[in-house]
């Protein structure tokens, strides 16, 4: 009999947000696979989870996948968790799924914690229709996608680090409208949670002048 690969979410903060079925998974599955198992050790210690951990990340999941499928057909059961919050959301995890569908043995995917859902309940505009836009591209590409952007009428979301932050609330204001409504979350579920909302104006000057630390959550308006 196959084994079944796991997607766990973790929290993206506050710990307590751990689900009973996530904690039970981890303990019960032959292996771990951790996008830094660095990260992954405090919360598996804090949890009493004593497993076998292995490295799955972006510069290495194209070699890991092939073993990891080897590890599913020879029965073993494998949980796949992120530095924090849903695999495969702005994290690895699509192609080991990908390629374990291919393989046709099960995967199984836990409901959890992920920085885009609070966010946008937070942020008081539209949320029957909305796009994940996650990160935007840094260089090539990025102009391309603001353009096709600056129609779209659904609520958008985007994460962004808090090096670039002021530089893309002032792009979003050039190709959307600096009186265009928007919010912004950093530190979701930790003690500094914040959200600003407002026109991009608003929340541009401040973060001007208030601490840019953490991941940030940009939800805006559609048009």
């Known amino acids: 009999m196959s084994g079944k690969l796991y997607l766990v ?9 751990m689900s009973f079925r996530a904690i039970r998974i981890l303990k019960e599955v032959d292996l771990i696979l ?34 990891v499928i080897r590890f599913l ?12 919050g849903t695999p495969a959301i702005s994290d690895p995890g699509f192609l080991l799924v990908r390629e374990t569908i291919k393989n046709e043995l ?12 609070p966010a946008l309940v937070n942020s008081g505009l539209a949320a029957d229709r909305f796009t994940f836009e996650g990160f ?12 096709e952007l600056a129609d779209e009428e659904r609520t958008m979301i985007f994460y962004e ?14 190709y959307f409208g600096m009186e265009r409504q ?20 608003d929340i541009k000057l401040h973060f001007e002048t208030h601490t840019l630390k953490g991941e940030f959550v940009i939800v805006v308006a559609g048009k």
Do not use: Y
Request: positive net charge.
């Open 9 to 17: 979410p973790t929290p993206i903060g506050n710990l307590e947000d």
């Open 34 to 67: 951790a996008e830094d198992t660095r990260t992954s050790a405090p919360l598996l210690k804090h949890f009493g989870i004593d497993k076998k951990v292995f490295s799955h990340h972006q510069h290495n999941e194209h070699k890991s996948v092939t073993e």
């Open 73 to 84: 057909k020879d029965g073993k059961q494998v949980a796949l968790i992120s530095d924090a």
């Open 106 to 117: 099960p995967v199984e995917c836990l409901p959890g914690a992920t920085a885009f859902v």
């Open 136 to 147: 935007l591209p840094v260089k090539k590409g990025r102009q391309t996608r603001m353009k």
């Open 161 to 174: 680090s808090p090096h670039r932050l002021l530089k893309t609330l002032e792009e979003f204001g050039q």
């Open 182 to 201: 928007a919010s912004v979350s950093r530190e979701l579920t930790k003690m500094f949670e914040e959200t600003v909302r407002g026109t991009l104006t």
